[in-house]
């Protein structure tokens, strides 16, 4: 065998290994889900407040499940509303990563257990493991909650609705090749070019201004 494959020129097998969280994450990424929490600070009521969200990984999509200063009964709560969100596209997915904070308890992970997603847990303070839940905050902070004050919880969630839509339907992704989440023209693997010279471009505004849209008229 080794006489033959020398002759040919067929390179051995490469080394083996063990796979790495990065090579789970992308061999998955298509039934992963990623969820985390993250705070406000509000300024009129002078109260932390807190965000439960989840990405579908493998699109970017968010959902923002909701707000609330007291996030360790509510989890779950929260986790029944995800499922309700999915709906039938639930079956499809089959990981969800979370991290180890207080807020996640054993009802929490059964609740997706019950419906055939596993719960994979990263290791104790190694926020780069839920990367994708990591780096929504950070958009979502630059580009909104560090920008504006709060007022509240009802002015945040109405704020982040707001914010969700823009995030889902039009801002676009460079892992997505320039596509926003809810696009799903696969087969379209760069952004279209639109001449300025010609064209006549509409503006949007989103949060009164604070990010705009444009489109291209029709």
């Not at 009521?45 to 923002?64: A, D, G, Q």
Request: overall charge positive.
């Amino acid at each position: 065998m080794r006489r033959v494959l020398k002759r040919l020129r067929i390179p051995p097998a490469p080394q083996r290994k063990r796979s790495t969280w990065r090579q789970f994450l992308r061999s998955q990424a298509t039934t992963m889900l990623a969820c985390d929490f993250f705070h406000v600070e509000c300024a009129v009521t002078l109260r932390r407040v807190y965000v439960f969200f989840v990405v579908e990984v493998s699109t970017r999509h968010v959902h923002v499940l909701g707000v609330t200063a007291h996030p360790e009964a509510w989890a779950v709560e929260q986790a029944r509303n995800l499922l309700m969100d999915l709906g039938d596209r639930a079956a499809g997915f089959g990981f969800l990563v979370r991290d180890r904070a207080g807020q996640f308890t054993a009802a929490f992970d059964a609740v997706l257990a019950a419906a055939g997603i596993t719960v994979v847990k990263i290791p104790p303070r190694s926020p780069r493991a839920n990367a994708y839940a990591e780096r929504w905050i950070r958009t979502v902070r630059a580009e909104v909650t560090d920008r504006m004050l709060i007022a509240g919880p009802r002015h945040l969630h109405a704020v982040l609705n707001e914010y969700v839509v823009h995030y889902n339907r039009h801002r676009p992704h460079r892992a997505r090749s320039l596509r926003p989440p809810d696009r799903d023209d696969s087969s379209i693997t760069t952004a279209a070019i639109t001449d300025m010279t010609t064209a006549r471009i509409r503006r949007g505004r989103v949060l009164g201004g604070l990010i705009n849209e444009y489109r291209q008229s029709a």
